[in-house]
Structure formats: structure tokens, C-alpha cells
């Protein structure tokens, strides 16, 4: 999966965010813009590909299990998930596909943030290989 350069660039221009960046499933190439270091953009694209990972096994499980719902149906609205947030006391990281957002809560909504993000990452596969 390749990086989407214009929703980083994007991202990294709306007000109150810190940080964004994105990175491929393979892990060989990561990319940021913000305050961070190199050594801080790896370990939070590291850090987002294997909790995105762990959601979406997660949400895939769950999918299998909720067919169970009513008799027949094939789902019951469950699917694998595309991304996660999670809120701290001072930022939150928002994250979508393979790009990532850190956010200053004090500055903006998640809201604006993660429509752009669920938007540009639309039709990205979700396959995390």
C-alpha cells in the first residue's frame, strides 16, 4: 500500500495538529510531517501498524461471530475496522488506514480530523501486508 503524500500534507496544515505521517504495511518506509524526530515517527507508525493489526483481527472476529445474530442474515453490521483513536489528557492519535494524526485537544476536534482522514482513505485496501 503506498502512502497517501497529499492527505499528509493536508492533514499537517489543519489548525491544533501536531504531527502526521504515514507509513507502508511492510514497514520500509515511513513518512512524517511535525515536531517529531525520526526516532519518534518510527515508533508511533511501528506502534499504529501493530494496534491497527490487533483491531482489525479483533473486528474481524467479531464479524465472524455476529452471524450468528439472526438466523440467515449474512452480517449483522460488524465489519474489520478501518482505524482507531485514542484520546489523552493532551493529544489525541488518530489513525486511518496507514497515516496517522496527532492532535492537540485543546486546539481542534477530532471530528474535522478524522472526516478528511476517513475520506482520503476511502478505497484504501485493508490489507495489511
Known sequence: MTINYRLIDE????????????????GDQKVYRGPLNDAEAFAIATAARATLESMRMQG???????TVCSPGAKECGLEGGKGFAVRGPVRTICVVSNAFCIIDNAKTSLTPVLRLMLERQADAPDVLI
Not at 11 to 26: I, S, W
Request: proline residues 4%; aromatic residues 14%.
Open 11 to 26: 492533514l499537517a496544515e489543519l489548525p491544533g495538529v501536531v504531527a502526521a505521517g504515514g507509513f507502508t504495511f511492510r
Open 60 to 66: 474481524d472476529i467479531m464479524q465472524m461471530f455476529t
